[in-house]
């Protein structure tokens, strides 16, 4: 069983910056791939960025790629999301996932597990 909880979220202005965490639990973490989804309100849940078991492969969605960093820390059972140049496009809630896998890439259904989401919003 994994649990994952996702914190960071919050208000900021266009061109601000936010980091979101997601704590992990379970025995799976450091063999496990992650990533991270948004969905805004009134649209279908899409992919932000994707990062393999050992940390060494990412992958990011076109719209967020060059402003978005995700990251993990095996020995912390963490992975985060820097999200710089926020743009009121990039409001969603975002939820972190975690696949039985080292490497899941972008499709949602790849993912076994996921968070509750924390939303951020970004104003104009």
Same mark, same amino acid.
Do not use: H
């Given at each position: 069983?994994?649990q994952l909880?996702?914190?960071?979220?919050? @208000?900021?202005?266009?061109?601000?910056s936010?980091? @979101?965490?997601?704590?992990?639990?379970?025995? %799976?973490?450091s063999?496990a791939a992650?990533?991270?989804?948004r969905?805004?309100?009134?649209?279908?849940?899409?992919?932000?960025?994707a990062i393999?078991?050992?940390?060494?492969?990412?992958f990011?969605?076109?719209?967020?790629k060059?402003?978005?960093?995700?990251?993990?820390?095996?020995a912390?059972n %963490?992975?985060y999301?820097? %999200?710089n140049?926020?743009?009121?496009e990039?409001t969603?809630?975002y =939820?972190?996932?975690?696949?039985?896998?080292?490497?899941?890439?972008?499709d949602?259904?790849? =993912?076994d =597990?996921?968070?509750q989401?924390?939303?951020?919003?970004?104003?104009?």
């Amino acid at each position: 069983q994994v649990q994952l909880v996702e914190s960071g979220g919050g @208000l900021v202005q266009a061109g601000g910056s936010l980091r @979101l965490f997601c704590e992990t639990s379970g025995r %799976m973490f450091s063999s496990a791939a992650l990533a991270w989804f948004r969905q805004a309100p009134g649209k279908e849940r899409e992919f932000v960025a994707a990062i393999s078991r050992s940390g060494g492969t990412t992958f990011y969605a076109d719209s967020v790629k060059g402003r978005f960093t995700i990251s993990r820390d095996n020995a912390k059972n %963490m992975v985060y999301l820097q %999200m710089n140049s926020l743009k009121p496009e990039d409001t969603a809630v975002y =939820y972190c996932a975690a696949a039985s896998t080292g490497w899941a890439g972008e499709d949602q259904y790849n =993912y076994d =597990y996921w968070g509750q989401g924390t939303q951020v919003t970004v104003s104009s």
